[in-house]
């Protein structure tokens, strides 16, 4: 899993310009993803990847139940999105991954 | 893909059979919002339920195109006379495994679900109730069991209009949602909980023992077949969440959550592609988004009325 490697503790995710998306009021962008058809939340990830390189992994359960809640998803199939999109926007050449 | 069910819109009862069969074939051809529908059938209480829930939306023209095709007959071989069943056919094609021939009519509606689910992709349509009133639109998405159509048939019933219990059609081109009234599917403690909220409805059977429980229809006020050439603004979207006990709580969500809430809530949102983003985003930032916890549907009825009563033409 992506969080489990050595990441930065600091990471800013952007998306480039010509890309299809929306940025909500409270900072929340929305990317949708030209040839899968998926939509990515952005903004909703640095907080999971900050939380695990901080070495709190263990909130990784708490982020599962709070995007279970939200999607109305059963928390193993929330928990197997969350890694997988973590992975995918990271090798993804959509996003750029800044550190700080 | 069900084997196939060689099944035929033809052939005679006997009187060991519940389900009289008509000796003409019953057609009915029926608007439901933009779709038009062809059913076929000999078998008669099937037939009369339909005409009842629906002949107001029946259309004249015998020539008219019809969207789907649909039989609903007895397959050939020993289930049609020993615990008889019923085939339902697409363009003559079975989808499904044959039911009890008693459960004629969830079937019928269960596999125009399906058809419409699967085959109709023209538009972003949402697993939601949709309902109108003064112009404006309510949509309701949900998962199954969150009282989605509870709500939705007491709603249609205290002065807001049908536009459907199952299917939340978004129009791509301007973003208005697009009547398909349909019988109200009810399940289980539902059933007499709408029955006593709306005592005048016309019900058809209930069907104990089907595969979700025991299921009756609700057939689709009048009005609402009357008017549903006509789309509605869509102002509200409602997460509705049923819990026995639970106060009844209106909490507004913010238009990320209401966005990826509703992106779950759609049939066909991934293969609408960039269109289905486009449509939702706007969907997402014209309409109120709330959660909705109830326990008491009065309160929740009170509740949604409350929020028409805010909105300004």
Not at chain 2, 191 to 215: E, L, M, N, Q, S
Request: with cysteine.
């Amino acid at each position: 899993m992506g969080w489990m490697r050595g990441l930065p503790t600091e990471v800013r995710l952007s998306a480039p310009d010509d890309l299809l998306s929306h940025e909500w009021p409270d900072g929340i962008v929305h990317v949708f993803h030209p040839t899968t058809g998926e939509t990515h939340l952005l903004n909703a990830f640095p907080a999971a990847v900050v939380d695990a390189t901080a070495g709190r992994s263990r909130r990784l359960p708490e982020l599962v139940e709070e995007f279970a809640d939200l999607l109305d998803s059963p928390q193993d199939q929330v928990r197997r999105w969350l890694d997988r999109a973590v992975l995918e926007l990271e090798a993804s050449e959509l996003v750029r991954i800044e550190t700080g | 893909m069900a084997r196939s069910c060689r099944a035929r819109a033809g052939g005679f009862g006997t009187g060991a059979n519940r389900d009289r069969m008509s000796a003409q074939p019953f057609s009915l051809r029926l608007r439901s919002g933009p779709l038009t529908i062809h059913l076929y059938t000999r078998i008669d209480t099937l037939s009369r339920l339909l005409r009842r829930m629906y002949g107001a939306a029946a259309l004249d023209s015998p020539a008219q195109f019809a969207d789907f095709h649909i039989g609903m007959a007895r397959p050939r071989g020993p289930r049609r006379w020993l615990r008889p069943q019923v085939c339902f056919t697409l363009d003559a094609q079975s989808p499904f495994e044959p039911y009890p021939l008693e459960h004629a009519l969830p079937l019928f509606e269960w596999g125009l679900n399906w058809c419409i689910g699967t085959t109709f992709p023209r538009q972003l349509m949402l697993h939601a109730g949709a309902l109108e009133k003064n112009g404006f639109g309510l949509l309701l998405p949900a998962t199954p069991g969150a009282g989605k159509s509870t709500l939705t048939a007491a709603l249609c019933h205290r002065g807001w209009r049908l536009l459907s219990d199952e299917f939340g059609i978004v129009r791509h081109d301007d973003g208005q949602l697009l009547p398909m009234p349909r019988a109200i599917g009810l399940k289980n403690r539902s059933i007499a909980v709408i029955r006593d909220f709306a005592p005048d409805a016309f019900f058809g059977p209930v069907y104990p023992g089907t595969r979700k429980g025991d299921v009756a229809h609700l057939a689709p006020p009048a009005e609402s077949l009357a008017r549903q050439a006509e789309p509605a603004t869509p102002r509200w979207v409602v997460f509705p969440r049923y819990a026995p006990g639970a106060q009844l709580q209106l909490k507004a969500e913010p238009p990320s959550v209401s966005f990826t809430r509703l992106a779950n809530n759609a049939f066909n949102y991934q293969i609408s592609g960039a269109q289905g983003f486009r449509t939702l985003v706007h969907l997402t930032e014209s309409a109120m988004a709330y959660s909705l916890a109830y326990s008491k549907l009065d309160e929740a009825v009170a509740q949604m009325d409350r929020l028409a009563e805010g909105a300004q033409p």
